[in-house]
């Protein structure tokens, strides 16, 4: 059973750099075709793709937030980080991670969510 | 850059009654990297539709998706209660690599 949580602050001061950690269970990323992937949802608002990491390392960024997002994984502790710098307000959303399998194309399996507020 | 249209944006239908969704892409979109998800309030996307028309593991049947190209389907053949949700496509492939729709919500008329 595959099974996804996400981790980090609920609150962020605009300027300061989120740290979001997924934590997996019932696959590995060392597994051919695996990958993990990050997906926002402001409060009312539709879902947005951040980031994505495949088993190889190859590492994928929405071209519009490439350049404050970083991704990486930790294969022995079944984690992959986020991180997303110069945090504002408009960064305020409920944060997803999802196993996906690059064949398919679709994230199949998510985490619960975990929602981040960026507030001074 | 892709760009998903989801329509309508409300769709007020009763138990029993089909709903038919429609997510058109401003470029051509590979069937094999089309797909639906279903959210509930408070909830995480629940992958329904993958390659178009494929179901993800454990969803009924009444659930199926259609299209090709710029056009694409999902289709809920008769509703039941619980499938009350907002609904999103998805595409994979093109720049944003993955994209999504802005969602259709299907509430109880």
């Known amino acids: 059973q595959i099974t996804l949580k996400e981790s980090g602050p609920t609150l962020v001061k605009p300027t300061q750099t989120l740290t979001l950690t997924c934590t997996f269970s019932g696959f590995s990323l060392s597994t051919s075709g695996v990958g993990v992937g990050w997906i926002r949802q402001p409060p009312g608002k539709a879902l947005e793709w951040l980031a994505l990491?495949?088993?190889?390392?190859?590492?994928r960024y929405s071209p519009s937030l490439k350049s404050r997002l970083t991704i990486t994984k930790d294969t022995s502790k079944n984690q992959v980080v986020l991180t997303m710098t110069n945090m504002d307000p408009v960064d305020t959303a409920t944060y997803y991670c999802?196993?996906?399998?690059?064949?398919?194309?679709?994230?199949?399996?998510w985490g619960q969510g975990t929602m981040v507020t960026v507030s001074s | 850059e892709i760009v998903l249209t989801q329509s309508p944006g409300t769709l007020s239908l009763s138990p029993g009654e089909r709903a038919t969704l429609s997510c058109r892409a401003s470029?051509?979109?590979?069937?094999?990297?089309l797909a639906w998800y279903q959210q509930k309030p408070g909830q995480a996307p629940r992958l329904l539709i993958y390659g178009a028309s494929s179901r993800a593991t454990g969803i009924p049947d009444r659930f199926s998706g259609s299209g090709s190209g710029t056009d694409f389907t999902l289709t809920i053949s008769r509703l039941e209660p619980e499938d009350f949700a907002v609904y999103y496509c998805q595409q994979y492939g093109s720049s944003p690599e993955w994209t999504f729709g802005q969602g259709t919500k299907v509430e109880i008329k």
């Open positions: 999802a196993h996906q399998l690059k064949y398919v194309g679709a994230f199949d399996i």
């Open positions: 470029q051509s979109v590979s069937s094999s990297y």
């Open positions: 990491i495949y088993w190889d390392d190859d590492k």
